[in-house]
């Protein structure tokens, strides 16, 4: 009966729901004029606000690894790091006890720095690390406190080699909606501490290095620039491909001494099988965000992919048909930061001033499987 009465009511609109009805109309009609256009609350008209990168930066650590200085170590050549990974060298913490939150404050600060504002304008974090300081709480708190911003909310974003590309959809939303003005999406990263550095380990050890990279997304003065458009992707049918099994709380205890001899504390890479999705993945979500735009490649200036390998890369942007002297490739110098290389190289592109004016495609792949894809306009 009720059900009735509410369909009835639906079917013969009384004159307040039939002014709500040309009301919505015309909001509609208003909208496909000027999809920048939305209503807020009480029929008041605000225009969606478009979010960009307003300041981009990175700090890495001082102390220079080579893969010469590795061969010391263990059982590997600067020929087979370099042939199968582009990699010559990569930076670690100068000393133990400097976490991700650590690297990522001088990061922020010079992000905020260009982007024009001042650390007391950030209202919100958005902290993407797979290797965070401390098993909790997360390195978003840690970082909060370290830049002194009082109670501002922070996320911890956990999707590894994605995980800027994450972060940066999260605060594109939130700058939108009109939730937060200036959000910080940090990718920060301390793997030296948790390499195996033997002969087991030399495939996956060889490749990391440590650094961070942060960007200020706040308020894009200008409509027709900022971030177009973030796409995400994951599936955790690969998880056991590239991960590291221990110290596991479905184990009582997390971790135990036979464990530890096993080497579960250590990441564990199919390597062969990461690389065969990555070149896949990273050209399909590249393609997906262009289409999302309306741009074909010939419209990239620059591409910002992520550093796992700069094998995966040329496939890639041969896949995509993308010239070399547009793809940002650094992870010769730094290794693979997982999610700290897109910053990093975003910042790598603006002070070699490649953004003034660019349309920047960038796309990673990593463990998760996680895979993401951005298009910015500078
Ligand atoms: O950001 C996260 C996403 N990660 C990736 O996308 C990484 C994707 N995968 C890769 O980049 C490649 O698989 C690697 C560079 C990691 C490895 O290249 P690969 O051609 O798959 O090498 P492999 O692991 O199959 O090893 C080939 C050989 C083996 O020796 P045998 O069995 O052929 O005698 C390894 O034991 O190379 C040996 N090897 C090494 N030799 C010297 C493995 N690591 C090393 C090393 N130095 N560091």
């Given at each position: 009966m009720r059900l009735t009465l509410l369909r009835q009511a639906a079917f013969f609109p009384t004159r307040g729901r039939l002014a709500a009805v040309?009301?919505?109309?015309?909001?509609?009609?208003?909208?496909?004029?000027?999809?920048?256009?939305?209503?807020?609350?009480?029929?008041?008209?605000?225009?969606?606000?478009?979010?960009?990168?307003?300041?981009?930066a990175h700090y890495v650590p001082s102390r220079v690894v080579t893969n010469e200085d590795l061969s010391k170590i263990m059982p590997t050549s600067d020929d087979w790091i370099f042939q199968r990974s582009g990699i010559r060298e990569r930076r670690f913490i100068e000393h133990s006890g400097i976490g991700a939150s650590d690297l990522a404050v001088p990061a922020c600060k010079q992000a905020v720095e260009r982007a024009g504002r001042d650390l007391a304008d950030v209202d919100a974090i958005v902290f993407a690390t797979l290797s965070p300081d401390v098993m909790f709480p997360g390195s978003g708190v840690l970082l909060q406190?370290?830049?002194?911003?009082?109670?501002v909310p922070a996320l911890d974003v956990r999707n590894q080699c994605s995980g800027f590309l994450y972060g940066l959809s999260v605060a594109n939303a939130w700058v939108q909606s009109g939730a937060y003005d200036n959000v910080l999406v940090v990718g920060s990263e301390v793997h030296s501490t948790g390499l195996d550095f033997t002969e087991r380990g030399r495939a996956v050890a060889v490749l990391f290095g440590d650094g961070a990279g942060a960007a200020l997304v706040g308020v894009s003065p200008d409509p027709e620039k900022g971030i177009r458009s973030v796409k995400l992707h994951s599936d955790g049918s690969g998880a056991e491909e590239l991960w590291i099994p221990a110290p596991m709380s479905k184990n009582e205890p997390r971790i135990t001494h036979e464990m530890l001899d096993q080497g579960l504390q250590y990441p564990h890479m199919n390597g062969k099988q990461v690389f065969r999705w990555a070149v896949e993945k990273m050209p399909e979500v590249a393609r997906e965000v262009l289409a999302d735009t309306g741009l074909t490649v010939a419209d990239i200036d620059v591409f910002v992919p992520h550093q796992a390998n700069l094998r995966i890369n040329q496939f890639v942007a041969a896949a995509l048909d993308i010239p070399e002297h547009k793809v940002v490739n650094n992870i010769g110098r730094f290794g693979n930061t997982t999610?700290?290389?897109?910053?990093?190289?975003?910042?790598?592109?603006?002070?070699?001033?490649?953004?003034?004016?660019?349309t920047v495609l960038s796309a990673a792949f990593g463990s998760g499987y996680t895979w993401a894809g951005a298009l910015i306009r500078f």
């Open positions: 040309v009301r919505n109309f015309k909001q509609f009609s208003a909208r496909r004029r000027n999809p920048l256009k939305r209503d807020g609350p009480l029929g008041m008209t605000r225009r969606m606000r478009r979010a960009h990168i307003l300041g981009v406190n370290k830049l002194g911003l009082e109670s999610a700290a290389t897109i910053p990093i190289g975003l910042s790598e592109a603006f002070e070699a001033g490649k953004l003034e004016n660019a």
